[in-house]
């Protein structure tokens, strides 16, 4: 029903790097819901939540209970057709690019108005804290370099490679960099230009490190705990913790296999595995245990790419077609956010979503999909009062 993206998202490169993805396997085996308890793991909680973390206006999904509805607002264009929007902050802000010509890293403000990074030849911000600074890659260092940009507009070059991933409060900044003998990808945070390489010692993969061909970190909370993972002779789902690694474990014992996404402040993490039918299921995981998430009927696959601090879900879920739709769920199934649409106005009604990558403080969704007949459109779902 849905034609793939234009743009891959860095959610889509990451997984791609790390061996996860959607499967092909057919619908009818989404019905079955895996919990698992990792015993290599101790059930010890993260540090909550700050006092001052923001408070999520957007109802969550939970079984029986009612749901907001959501109309379609429009990115502000900037001299051209084609934006992408890859992620929102709490206060509203969005971090993305814009195709002018050579493709232009762009910041939306919370009022809605667009504003151009430096960036060189071309730029791309993929990624934006709560503070307004955004994460990317540009040629203003010679070549396309990780790239940070401050909230006043400053840039530096960060200690990663090409593709970062996401940073936290601190500014530190989760990606990989190449370890300086065997030039393997080490999983590696940026900490104010200094690249902290991630040991390859992983709780529950022990004596495994010397085969581990590569390690990439995707996300970082800001308690500083990363996750990602690593290959050794597949890829495994790993969090990195007060400097241990820890193996998050898999649904399927026979065929371990996946990467871990994102990870929020109550150290609740989300990712995707394998499971040894070939069909590639999302899974959240807490203080040890993993379950897997359910996506809506008809679209079993499904890939998660943003937790938030209320415990939200978001990303995509795929059917066996390759079709995919946008999802937002908290603990029971996944809702394909399509079907809260109030198709009341015209561009609501021509809207078909096929991602989402998180929501604001005030509950608007940053989503992607089909608008007025052209695909790969960004734009905010706004809660309808």
């Known amino acids: 029903m849905h034609k793939p993206l234009l743009a891959a998202s860095l959610a889509a490169l990451f997984l791609s790097a790390c061996g996860g993805g959607a499967g092909s396997e057919s619908p009818e085996r989404s019905l079955e819901l895996r919990s698992v308890k990792n015993p290599y793991v101790p059930g ?43 992620s929102i902050n709490a206060s509203g802000q969005i971090a993305g690019h814009a195709n002018l010509g050579p493709v232009r890293a762009i910041v939306w403000e919370s009022n809605g108005q667009p504003r151009l990074l430096q960036g060189g ?26 790239t940070l940009w401050d909230t006043d507009g400053t840039a530096r070059e ?43 010692t992983i709780q529950g993969l022990e004596g495994l490190a010397v085969q581990a061909q590569a390690s990439v970190a995707g996300s970082i909370n800001n308690n500083g705990t990363v996750t ?82 209320d415990g939200r879900i978001f990303g995509s879920a795929s059917a066996a077609d390759g079709s995919t739709v946008g999802i937002m769920g908290l603990n029971g199934p996944m809702v394909d956010i399509n079907t809260l649409l109030d198709r009341s106005d015209a561009t609501t009604a021509s809207t078909q979503i096929e991602s989402t990558s998180g929501a604001d403080a005030n509950g608007r969704i940053l989503a992607r999909g089909l608008v007025n007949g052209q695909w790969g459109v960004a734009f905010v779902l706004v809660p309808v009062q």
């Open 228 to 309: 990602g993972s690593i290959t050794l002779d597949r890829p495994y789902p790993v969090i990195w913790r007060g400097g241990q690694g820890i193996y998050l474990g898999a649904l399927d014992a026979q065929y371990a296999r996946g990467s871990a996404t994102d990870i929020n402040d109550n150290e609740v993490a989300v990712g995707t595995t394998t499971l040894t039918t070939g069909l590639a299921v999302g899974f959240r995981w807490k203080d040890g245990t993993m379950t897997q998430l359910v996506g809506p009927a008809g679209y079993p696959s499904v890939t998660p790419t943003r937790i938030m601090g």
């Open 121 to 146: 030849f071309s730029s791309v911000a993929f990624q934006i804290n709560d503070r307004g600074q955004a994460a990317g890659f540009s040629t203003l260092f010679g070549g396309e370099k990780a």
């Open 158 to 200: 960060l200690q990663l490679e090409h593709w970062p991933g996401r940073l936290n409060n601190s500014g530190q900044v989760a990606g990989f960099s190449l370890e300086p003998i065997t030039q393997r990808q080490q999983a590696t945070v940026d900490s104010n230009g200094t690249a902290n390489r991630l040991t390859w």
């Open 44 to 86: 010890t909680p993260g540090k909550p939540s700050s006092p001052g973390a923001p408070q999520f206006a957007g109802k969550p999904v939970e079984p029986g209970q009612p749901l907001t509805r959501y109309r379609v607002q429009l990115l502000q264009t900037v001299a051209s057709t084609e934006h992408f929007a890859n």
